[in-house]
């Protein structure tokens, strides 16, 4: 930011007379670098002016460098200078002049400016299928036996340069899969909520940076094998996608997993042929 300090009175600033600028940073916007006179404390910059550079219509730049928070959303900004002396006190609460005001009172000590600010977020999400083995969990094969417990891994990255606000995933069950359990593994607590007439289940992850990841393992139980007779195989095929949004960000589908579920009867043994009798 470039603040203009134009002394437009009749007489020059009186050479003990202190000049004080004051830029008040909106927030997510930080405070980086300035002159040596300029301090930052919090949200608010203040900087000192020499009078001697400012005669009647003299004019000082101040040149300040600020950095925007990973964390802001899109839009637009507003930066607000004020500039006093003893003589020209800051109106107690100010406020950003019109386009109108600007032009009519050219020498007003409160000016704005507004600064848009622009991202291009991004979700995605992957998953994977885990399954039971010994005291641990393994990435599966994609296929298991009816009855059988398996896990699904949703891995969620912000692909964006923005920080994703709000991040929630969900995933419709298949009318198969009876839900068991949910969780965000190492990340911050999630809340987490099953809607057992609509099978949805709904995953509040919170906020990712851009770059980070997190993962939701979702505990599914896979239906039991349907009655079959003696010597024939059943089969069935679970397909499972989840979804996850942001604020900023529409639902974007994850990757489509099938797990095949297979059983295969043993035939009914023979019945034995009786010895005929002998003489």
């Given at each position: 930011?470039?603040?203009?300090?134009?002394?437009?009175?009749?007489?020059?600033?009186?050479?003990?007379?202190?000049?004080?600028?004051?830029?008040?940073?909106?927030?997510?916007?930080?405070?980086?670098?300035?002159?040596?006179?300029?301090?930052?404390?919090?949200?608010?910059?203040?900087?000192?002016?020499?009078?001697?550079?400012?005669?009647?219509?003299?004019?000082?730049?101040?040149?300040?460098?600020?950095?925007?928070?990973?964390?802001?959303?899109?839009?637009?900004?507003?930066?607000?200078?004020?500039?006093?002396?003893?003589?020209?006190?800051?109106?107690?609460?100010?406020?950003?002049?019109?386009?109108?005001?600007?032009?009519?009172?050219?020498?007003?000590?409160?000016?704005?400016?507004?600064?848009?600010?622009?991202?291009?977020?991004?979700?995605?999400?992957?998953?994977?299928?885990?399954?039971?083995?010994?005291?641990?969990?393994?990435?599966?094969?994609?296929?298991?036996?009816?009855?059988?417990?398996?896990?699904?891994?949703?891995?969620?990255?912000?692909?964006?340069?923005?920080?994703?606000?709000?991040?929630?995933?969900?995933?419709?069950l298949d009318s198969?899969?009876?839900?068991?359990?949910?969780?965000?593994?190492?990340?911050?607590?999630?809340?987490?909520?099953?809607?057992?007439?609509?099978?949805?289940?709904?995953?509040?992850?919170?906020?990712?940076?851009?770059?980070?990841?997190?993962?939701?393992?979702?505990?599914?139980?896979?239906?039991?094998?349907?009655?079959?007779?003696?010597?024939?195989?059943?089969?069935?095929?679970?397909?499972?996608?989840?979804?996850a949004a942001s604020?900023?960000?529409?639902?974007?589908?994850?990757?489509?997993?099938?797990?095949?579920?297979?059983?295969?009867?043993?035939?009914?043994?023979?019945?034995?042929?009786?010895?005929?009798?002998?003489?």
């Amino acid at each position: 930011y470039t603040i203009a300090v134009y002394n437009g009175g009749e007489r020059d600033v009186d050479a003990d007379e202190p000049v004080i600028v004051t830029d008040l940073l909106p927030e997510y916007l930080h405070f980086v670098s300035g002159p040596e006179t300029c301090t930052a404390v919090g949200s608010t910059v203040t900087c000192t002016v020499d009078p001697a550079d400012l005669p009647s219509g003299g004019e000082h730049m101040i040149v300040l460098t600020v950095e925007v928070d990973l964390a802001a959303d899109p839009g637009v900004y507003v930066n607000k200078a004020v500039v006093e002396t003893e003589d020209d006190p800051a109106p107690e609460n100010p406020e950003c002049p019109t386009v109108v005001q600007r032009s009519a009172q050219p020498e007003n000590n409160v000016d704005c400016e507004e600064t848009p600010v622009v991202g291009d977020p991004g979700l995605e999400i992957v998953k994977a299928v885990y399954e039971a083995s010994e005291e641990t969990w393994v990435p599966s094969d994609g296929k298991a036996e009816f009855g059988d417990s398996i896990r699904y891994r949703l891995s969620i990255t912000a692909t964006g340069d923005l920080t994703e606000k709000g991040v929630v995933v969900t995933d419709v069950l298949d009318s198969q899969l009876r839900y068991a359990a949910a969780d965000c593994a190492t990340h911050l607590p999630c809340d987490v909520t099953f809607d057992p007439a609509t099978r949805k289940v709904s995953v509040n992850v919170g906020d990712l940076a851009p770059g980070a990841t997190v993962d939701v393992w979702l505990t599914v139980t896979l239906p039991p094998a349907p009655p079959q007779a003696a010597g024939t195989t059943v089969t069935a095929v679970v397909p499972n996608v989840a979804m996850a949004a942001s604020k900023a960000s529409p639902e974007a589908p994850s990757n489509k997993v099938i797990t095949e579920l297979k059983r295969t009867t043993p035939p009914v043994p023979p019945k034995p042929t009786p010895p005929k009798p002998g003489l």
